[in-house]
């Protein structure tokens, strides 16, 4: 017994180390810009000792205050609302008759007596069925987000991230976007439906996320097989 347990150990430990790590694969929004960046100019080279710098706040004094550089903070109003509806309807059907009849036998009408109606089927066959489906996802929240990147074409790529714990419940909330400056009202805030390759993920952990997750492989399989 002993002697299976450690071979049940060393294999574990085997499949463990053979089992490579997951390949990171890069959302929409990273390809975006890794795009834009690759298609950018090179850019203008500082002059040493030089007083002006681009980018500086003193490039630019009489600039607003709307977020426009890396690092500048602006706020998102995320009101998003999905809504599916899948409706489905099949129906069949099939009739059949059959009917068999003796009228005459050796030349002589009538002679087959009883045996005049041999038999006589019919059949009736309809299936009818009814499915419908629909969803409704609805987000609403406020964010503070950070310019990560500014794109060639003067765009801005934005991330917000907000972790709220109440109680044993977590909930995370992260958006990314990329949006225009022309969209970034005076107030510094910019609505979630401006924002072009928008992300958002909201993941909770604590009591309520432990009730709604989906049960093991061998809870599910003992489900199907026990009829209680």
Do not use: C
């Not at 998003?80 to 409706?87: F, G, K, R």
């Not at 987000?139 to 990147?149: P, Y």
């Not at 419940?169 to 805030?189: F, K, M």
């Not at 072009?196 to 093991?216: M, S, T």
Request: charged letters at 20%; aromatic letters at 2%; zero cysteines.
């Amino acid at each position: 017994m002993k002697l299976l347990v450690g071979l049940l150990l060393l294999t574990g430990v085997a499949w463990s180390a053979k089992k490579k790590p997951p390949a990171k694969v890069d959302s929409p929004l990273d390809r975006y810009v890794s795009e834009a960046e690759a298609r950018s100019a090179v850019a203008a080279s500082v002059t040493p000792g030089s007083v002006w710098l681009p980018g500086s706040r003193l490039a630019d004094a009489a600039r607003d205050v709307r977020a426009s550089q890396v690092d500048d903070l602006l706020t998102i109003v995320v009101a998003e609302q999905a809504s599916a509806v899948t409706s489905g309807t099949t129906k069949t059907q099939r009739t059949s008759t059959t009917k068999n009849s003796i009228t005459a036998l050796a030349g002589v009408t009538n002679a087959a007596g009883a045996l005049a109606n041999l038999a006589n089927v019919a059949g009736d066959q309809q299936l009818a069925g009814q499915g419908t489906t629909s969803r409704v996802t609805t987000l609403s929240t406020t964010l503070t987000a950070r310019v990560t990147h500014v794109l060639p074409g003067g765009a801005l790529v934005v991330e917000a991230s907000k972790d709220v714990q109440i109680n044993s419940e977590r909930q995370t909330i992260t958006v990314r976007g990329v949006v225009r400056s022309a969209d970034i009202d005076a107030t510094n805030s910019v609505q979630s439906n401006r924002l072009g390759q928008l992300e958002v993920h909201v993941n909770g952990k604590g009591v309520v996320g432990d009730a709604i997750r989906r049960p093991f492989i061998l809870y599910r399989l003992l489900l199907g097989l026990l009829p209680f």
